[in-house]
């Protein structure tokens, strides 16, 4: 890529889905993480063979999209299964000999409803990322040559850790490719490398794990946390996730 700066395009970090409204996102890639564990399970289903995954906000329209399409119902809400779906959000619920071939319909707490966000401001590409999905997101971001939005699911509209550090460890590959004037950008990369050699120790501190460990997902975790063991790019087009690998 070209090395001048004025050539390159932009990359900016939203750190919680309230502060969207805030960013000019019509020609952008936008990234839309929720590391545990919608982007996660989503990398992770679509790795294992799922034909196309459809994320929808509410579960009401999860359990209508679903009979419409025959597809499997998924979601939670405060980490527990919806009444009324079949399935929750763990990525070890979506193994290949129960996946492949398969249309997942999905609605979670934080990040389908940021995926739609998006879409509604314009979004000119969206796709979903994380720590399973590293690898697959970087090079994508890198050919596309396009500006990026890293955007950060949190907790209901509030700010997360865990989100973050994935936008910094994309950011950490992928700098050098764009021009970065945005302190949550920043942020969001000194808070990965200050903690990237002992992440499992660290992520074990963030409220989020307490909040889900207290259901028993402390393995669903830190499968969220390993690096490209999902190596998929969730990409959306004409309303579904498909893998563009």
């Given at each position: 890529m070209n090395s001048d700066p004025k050539t390159k395009p932009s990359l900016?970090?939203?750190?919680?889905?309230?502060?969207?409204?805030l960013y000019e996102i019509n020609d952008s890639i936008v990234v839309i993480i929720d590391v545990f564990r919608a982007t996660s399970t989503m990398a992770t289903a679509l790795y294992n063979g799922a034909t196309k995954i459809i994320p929808v906000?509410?579960?009401?329209?999860?359990?209508?999209?679903?009979?419409?399409t025959g597809g499997i119902t998924a979601g939670e809400r405060d980490g527990?299964?919806?009444?009324?779906?079949?399935?929750?959000?763990?990525?070890?619920?979506?193994?290949?000999d129960f996946i492949q071939n398969k249309t997942l319909v999905i609605t979670t707490t934080n990040g389908t409803k940021l995926l739609h966000m998006a879409l509604r401001n314009g979004a000119k590409e969206v796709i979903t990322g994380s720590f399973p999905n590293l690898s697959q997101v970087v090079a994508y971001l890198k050919a596309q040559n396009k500006p990026v939005i890293l955007g950060c699911s949190g907790w209901k509209n509030r700010f997360n850790i865990e989100d973050t550090?994935?936008?910094?460890?994309?950011?950490?590959?992928?700098?050098?490719?764009?021009?970065?004037?945005?302190?949550?950008?920043?942020?969001?990369?000194?808070?990965?490398?200050?903690?990237k050699n002992n992440m499992t120790e660290y992520?074990?501190?963030?409220?989020?794990?307490?909040?889900?460990?207290?259901?028993?997902?402390?393995?669903?975790?830190?499968?969220?946390?390993?690096?490209?063991?999902?190596?998929?790019?969730?990409?959306f087009k004409d309303g579904a996730l498909i893998n563009g690998v």
């Open positions: 900016h970090t939203v750190l919680t889905p309230q502060l969207l409204d906000d509410s579960a009401e329209a999860c359990i209508e999209m679903g009979k419409a527990k299964i919806i009444p009324g779906l079949s399935y929750g959000n763990s990525p070890s619920e979506y193994p290949k550090l994935f936008a910094g460890a994309v950011i950490e590959e992928i700098k050098d490719h764009f021009t970065i004037h945005c302190d949550s950008s920043f942020m969001a990369n000194q808070l990965y490398n200050q903690h992520i074990k501190t963030v409220t989020h794990w307490h909040r889900l460990a207290a259901y028993g997902l402390e393995l669903d975790m830190l499968y969220c946390i390993s690096k490209d063991i999902a190596p998929s790019l969730p990409i």
